[in-house]
Nanobody, 126 residues
Framework: QVELVESGGGLVQTGASLRLSCATD????????MAWFRQAPGKDREYVASISWTGSPIYYDDSVKGRFTISRDKAKNTVYLQMNKVKFEDTAVYYC???????????????????WGKGTLVTVSS
């Protein structure tokens, strides 16, 4: 059973920065592409960013491009989402996700994800 454990959520003001973390086991980290999704109240879960199991390519949704950065630390089996210049509309529960092999968000969407974390809440105050 693959476990993805998110951390780092919280309450921040508009324009601030926040870093989310997602830890997993070495086997999963070495063969799965990792992604972040988010779900705002009353809305569907949406894609945010993803990084290949090899470290490249990296993809971002247009809504976060230039503000968010996804990265992975092989030594810690952890993927990060650095969120800068956050906006009120970034408020959501953020989910870590794992997809075996390569992941192409435009082609696969949520159907390409095999494992999900439980989520961490990010609240941006205006």
């Amino acid at each position: 059973q693959v476990e993805l454990v998110e951390s780092g959520g919280g309450l921040v003001q508009t324009g601030a920065s926040l870093r989310l973390s997602c830890a997993t086991d070495r086997l999963t980290f070495s063969s799965y592409s990792m992604a972040w999704f988010r779900q705002a109240p009353g809305k569907d879960r949406e894609y945010v960013a993803s990084i290949s199991w090899t470290g490249s390519p990296i993809y971002y949704d247009d809504s976060v491009k230039g503000r968010f950065t996804i990265s992975r630390d092989k030594a810690k089996n952890t993927v990060y989402l650095q969120m800068n210049k956050v906006k009120f509309e970034d408020t959501a529960v953020y989910y870590c996700a794992a997809a075996e092999g390569e992941y192409y968000p435009d082609l696969q969407g949520v159907d390409g994800i095999q494992y999900w974390g439980k989520g961490t809440l990010v609240t941006v105050s205006s």
